[in-house]
């Protein structure tokens, strides 16, 4: 794939000649009352007769690419003269001063009507931003349920005993998506299997979603995308919120948090959660806890110091504590202990601790805004004691992150980079049936991303990243992202790149431990995890966005293409009952997916989103582990058509404060295949294909005012549930025993109801 980065290469440095020209810089300023020259930030710059223009910073300064012929600069700004000046010599700074228009309007407040979810028609990259409206549009405990409203990302259980929900991008399974909280690592290594659920939902402030690789500064891990999710901070002002939720499920759950401005310079946001599901529920009467009884304990304390000269830092610090209890039912244990048949009771325990320390130092230069650097930095213990019936899987992770990034100009503003180093060590004290797989993995890297952005129309965003991983050599990480806006309300974007990650496969895979199924790994790499080679593969993606306005109302089309093709995966194959094998990749392994999304207020304050996706994810597997026995497959539990449907509705008092809004999801999920079951005996065997379902959940909410609202809810409306999800679940030390092999729901319909008290200061 040598040639794959050459050409790259040659192409971001023959578009970035090609296009080189020169600037004119200068600020826009005005005479205030008292005869001094203040900024105008934000006025607008643009050349006569062109689209050539920008807008001036915070401190009124900018910077503009000059195209031929052009002489004249226009500066606007509202309640200002307009001003226009002949520009001759164009290396030398120049000031602007505007005068206060004579006719000045009486004050007009002009309101916007934020969506909760929106994609921006100016980053280069594809990114939806999910914000606090969004994610209060469903229960939303933790990160895994932030997405049942958005239909860019799948939510399904992973199994029918551990009440833990996965995430799916492109087809592919959660780990494959990097999940990074304020772009710096947030879920991976052993997190992948339950971190999701240490985030919780009141913590997040907004979600950005990125489908396809990411940008190199990030890293070398983003395959099918990457969520970013910004915590709740000082930023945001001084406020105080509590939050209290409860369902039939028997989950209760508390949330505060609390952010303050101590000094000019300096604030803090404290965060706390705690949840407990203090009863046992068994929907479905298979002798087995639908959720397992837990406790969790949560906390984050961050600070942040800004100098307002340039320098902004910030520490923090994150503690976690969890306790599950699952399996077969004290109900159930009771009736049956005495019984002659009886082997004991099955119990899954999984104990999680975790603290987290970390931290950034940022610096913009105060002469050049364009010029800025940052270091981020996290150290991170992470240990989990579990069993699954007779199995015990425990696993200690220490992690550490250091990322340095100085970004400039080459020239003039149309030239902008960034670059930098970074270090990521991980180690693994980890042993899964008397099997240890002690390890210490350390990647230093170093990156260069280019961005090309001659006009308002066209942006190249090109980035190349070299790593080193001590086990498994050296690899690159070209990546290039492209925008170009056919009109203002139209934008085509296209991307290429390549990601890679080490196998974690056993972290990732811990629901296929509650089952009899024995481990096998094919691996032939003697210095690899596991036996496991890395996997690696490349990505590459079309998104077109198009705004339009029917009948003085917004809305806005997206069609999106992706094609993820693996150079090496790391493959789980299931097909035999009794068994998984794991096993590099000797064939062929690609996700193709395409999406259409409709956003539309289809009457005042009604919101519409419409969207359907197709999904061909085809692994060649190994069966048995044997080459010769090679068979494609649609990847498991992996629906190859969705269609998805969102109804938001608001009666208004304000623009700004809702007196009820009405919420209302649904989505159909066509057929999945079912790994194999053909060896088991004829009452433990399932087909091989589910049927299609729908799914349906709604929330009301009363806001009484800007501090007070309360909610309800109906997860799962139609109360559609999975039959017998768990095989032999009456005779759970057996050979067939298996609860991992979940399509659907496992709980039926789940009403919840929960309040929000938020206060702030003006």
């Known amino acids: ?119 921006s028609f100016i980053n280069p990259l594809a990114t939806i931003t999910m914000n606090e409206k969004e994610l209060f549009k469903a229960a939303c405990c933790n990160l895994s ?33 990097m999940i990074s ?102 929907a479905n009467d298979d002798g087995f806890r639908d959720f397992p009884l837990q406790n969790q304990i949560n906390a984050l304390n961050r600070w942040k110091f800004t100098s307002n000269k340039g320098l902004m830092a910030q520490i923090g610090v994150h503690i976690l504590k969890e306790e599950k209890v699952g399996g077969q039912t004290d109900e159930y244990i009771d009736r049956n202990e005495n019984s002659f048949t009886w082997q004991g009771p099955y119990r899954i325990n999984i104990d999680s601790e975790s603290a987290e320390l970390f931290g950034k130092v940022g610096y913009v230069f105060s002469d050049f805004k ?39 100009i080459i020239g003039n503003t149309n030239h902008q980079f960034k670059t930098g180093a970074s270090f ?27 961005t090309f952005k001659p006009n308002a129309n066209f942006t190249m965003v090109a980035g190349l990243r070299g790593d080193y991983h001590n086990i498994y050599g050296a690899f690159a990480s070209p990546r290039i992202h492209f925008r170009y806006a056919l009109s203002e309300t139209l934008v085509a974007r296209a991307l290429a790149g390549s990601g890679q990650r080490s196998p974690t496969v056993l972290m990732e895979r811990q629901s296929l431990m509650a089952s009899a199924r024995a481990f096998n790994f094919f691996g032939d790499n003697a210095d690899g995890v596991y036996g496991l080679d890395m996997e690696k593969a490349w990505n590459f993606g079309f998104n077109l966005t198009k705004g339009f306005t029917l009948d003085y109302r917004e809305g806005s089309i997206q069609f999106d293409i992706y094609r993820t093709q693996f150079e090496n995966q790391v493959v789980v194959d299931m097909e035999n009952s009794y068994e998984v094998n794991i096993y590099n990749l000797t064939g062929e392994s690609y996700s193709t997916t395409a999406q259409i999304q409709v956003d539309y207020e289809l009457i005042k304050f009604l919101d519409v989103r419409l969207a359907y996706r197709w999904a061909q994810v085809e692994t060649d597997f190994n069966l048995g582990g044997v080459e010769e026995n090679q068979v494609r497959l649609q990847q498991a539990y992996t629906p190859e058509h969705r269609f998805f449907i969102n109804f938001g509705y608001a009666t208004r008092k304000t ?38 379902f729908t799914l349906l959940i709604s929330q009301v909410t009363r806001n009484f005012n800007t501090r007070w609202a309360v909610y309800v809810g109906v997860e799962n409306m139609l109360n559609y549930r999975q039959e017998d999800p768990i095989i032999d679940a009456d005779n759970p030390f057996g050979d067939e025993f298996d609860a991992s092999m979940v399509w659907g729901p496992i709980f039926g319909r789940n009403i919840y109801a929960g309040m929000r008290w938020k206060i702030a200061k003006e």
């Open 181 to 282: 909280r304020e772009n710096m690592p947030g879920i991976r290594g052993l997190g992948n299997a339950f971190g999701l659920s240490f985030v919780p939902g009141l913590w997040v402030n907004s979600i950005q979603v990125t489908k396809g690789v990411g940008s190199v500064v990030n890293g070398y891990e983003s395959i099918a995308g990457q969520i970013n999710v910004e915590l709740v901070k000082p930023d945001l002002g001084e406020q105080t919120f509590v939050n209290l939720f409860t369902n039939l499920g028997g989950r209760s759950e508390f949330n505060a948090g609390h952010t303050e401005q101590l000094t000019e310079h300096v604030g803090t946001t404290v965060l706390l959660h705690g949840n407990t599901r203090f009863f046992e529920v068994d």
């Open 1 to 119: 794939m040598r040639y794959k980065i050459l050409v790259l290469l040659l192409w971001q440095v023959g578009i970035a000649d090609a296009f080189s020209q020169k600037e004119v810089q200068g600020a826009v300023v005005f005479v205030n009352s008292k005869g001094k020259l203040e900024p105008v930030p934000f006025a607008n710059v643009h050349w006569q007769e062109t689209n050539f223009g920008t807008t001036t910073d915070s401190n009124g300064f900018f910077r503009l690419a000059v195209p031929e012929n052009a002489n004249y600069l226009i500066t606007s700004f509202i309640g200002y003269k307009s001003d226009t000046l002949r520009v001759e010599n164009f290396n030398k700074p120049i000031s602007i001063s505007l005068k206060k228009a004579s006719n000045t309007l009486g004050e007009v407040e002009v309101e916007y009507r934020q969506r909760s979810s929106e994609m």
């Open 145 to 177: 349920e932030s997405f049942e409203t958005n239909p860019a990302v799948d939510v399904n259980f992973t199994d029918a005993v551990t009440g833990t929900k996965q995430i799916r991008m492109l087809g592919l399974n959660g780990p494959y998506t």
């Open 370 to 408: 364009y010029k800025s650097m940052g270091f981020q930095w996290s150290l991170k213990q992470h240990e989990q004691n579990s069993t699954f019936g007779n199995r015990i899987y425990d696993v200690r992770q220490r992690s550490g992150y250091a990322n340095f990034i100085y970004q400039s």
């Open 424 to 450: 990521v060590y991980d180690e693994y004290d980890e042993n899964f049936e008397n099997q240890s797989f002690d390890r210490a993995e350390r990647t230093p890297g170093a990156f260069f991303e280019y």
């Open 655 to 692: 623009l700004k404060e809702s007196n009820w809004t009405i919420d209302f999801t649904g989505q159909l999920l066509s057929e999945q295949r079912i790994p194999s079951t053909e060896n088991n005996l004829i009452g433990n065997r399932r087909e091989q294909v589910s049927p299609s």
